[in-house]
């Protein structure tokens, strides 16, 4: 595992505080920096009626991140645990 | 019962697949697009296998356009079926319910199901080989699986192996935690030694020539 996804895991294990939203999204533009996509990627599900984005292009989850408490915990389930 | 919505990029991604993949040999009634509606979902109960994609709650399952089809106070007639729902937390109330009423046997997911799709592929989402495949092939190999005749506990195997494989292999980081996230959710209900008559496999011109791209709008 890169360095940068260790620390996004790491900012993804505190509780969604504006301070832990704003750290974990300063590590997703760090690994976005190391691993920069070629295309278009894009995070779904297939969730419905959900308080976060069910399509969210992986270069504007940070800023996802710190807007959307919501959103945390949705990244936190799948990245952080 | 194929339900294919093509709405926004999380179904078409999906159904992308199952179009390229699972429709050429799947029998009607098969709901693709504006058809995945509520109306004819309940009215065409023929067939033993209901494969599904959609947004979906824990008691909700959607059509196009997110239209509720199914919910758990109103089941369709599902006795005998096999049911396979690619969508969100179905596993929670909707799959134990539908087993309740009878189907027998159900596949689906207890939390979100996640991946990552290339969102410049909207037209073609079965040539997304790089980002969606990794996630939505073994589901298709799964549903596959089933209209082999196989049980559906060979099927949800061949799904956890799947994704175990191409999870051991990723080197995408957050494709590969999306690919885990989903092991750990995903879920057999009901008798895992159902199957369903086999199918004859897909015909040689459908294996070699995909199908034309898709020209619907994708909702923002």
Known sequence: MSEEFERLKEALREAPTPEAR???AEAMRRYLASHPPKSKPTLVSLGYKKPYPTAIKVEDIPGELEQNPEFFKHLQKIVGT | MLTLPLHDLPVRSASGFLIRHVLPRSFPPQLLGPADRREPFRILTIGDTIIGVGH???????????????DTLLIPDVRGKVVVLISCETAQALGPKLVEKGAASYIGFKEDFVWVMDADLASTPWADFEYAAPVI????NCVNAVLDGKTTGEAFGNLIEGLSENA??????LVKSCIEFNISNAVLLGDENARVRARPPMLLPFRLIPPPPILLPVRA
């Open chain 2, 137 to 140: 092939m073994p589901v298709t």
């Open chain 2, 56 to 70: 979906g709650s824990a008691s909700e399952f959607c059509g196009h356009y997110d239209q509720v089809i199914m």
């Open chain 2, 168 to 173: 051991e292999v990723e080197e995408d980081e």
């Open chain 1, 22 to 24: 704003k750290a974990a």
